[in-house]
Nanobody, 124 residues
Framework: VQLQASGGGLVQPGGSLRLSCSVSELDLHYYGIGWFRQSPGKEREEISCISTSDYSTYYADSVKGRFTMSSDEAQRAMHLEMDNLKPEDTAVYYC??????????????????WGKGTEVTVSS
């Protein structure tokens, strides 16, 4: 199983980026998926996840209203549309898939698969 995130780059504050994650060998219909990020010197932060039970989408308060997560089961891909980016969004962004993601959260259980990350820098 491989996950590959792409789409990161340098963007000015207020700008937009669309991250994508290709997933090999997993049928996303049966897995919870999510986006996480980590800034230098900080712990990994959960951004958005889609649960395994009702396919609802959870967003962290820090990105709610600005980021939109989607899943394309046919293409075995997930995306993160990021709008109105702020300097504090600067981080390495990771996509992941899990056996179980709890509704209304990014709490996960069971097997986990992580991509290598794509770097996002928000700066003028």
């Amino acid at each position: 199983v491989q996950l590959q995130a792409s789409g990161g780059g340098l963007v000015q504050p207020g700008g937009s980026l669309r991250l994508s994650c290709s997933v090999s060998e997993l049928d996303l219909h049966y897995y919870g998926i999510g986006w996480f990020r980590q800034s230098p010197g900080k712990e990994r932060e959960e951004i958005s996840c889609i649960s395994t039970s009702d396919y609802s989408t959870y967003y962290a308060d820090s990105v709610k209203g600005r980021f939109t997560m989607s899943s394309d089961e046919a293409q075995r891909a997930m995306h993160l549309e990021m709008d109105n980016l702020k300097p504090e969004d600067t981080a390495v962004y990771y996509c992941a898939a899990f056996d179980t993601v709890v509704v209304g959260s990014c709490r996960y259980y069971g097997k986990q698969y992580w991509g290598k990350g794509t770097e996002v820098t928000v700066s003028s």
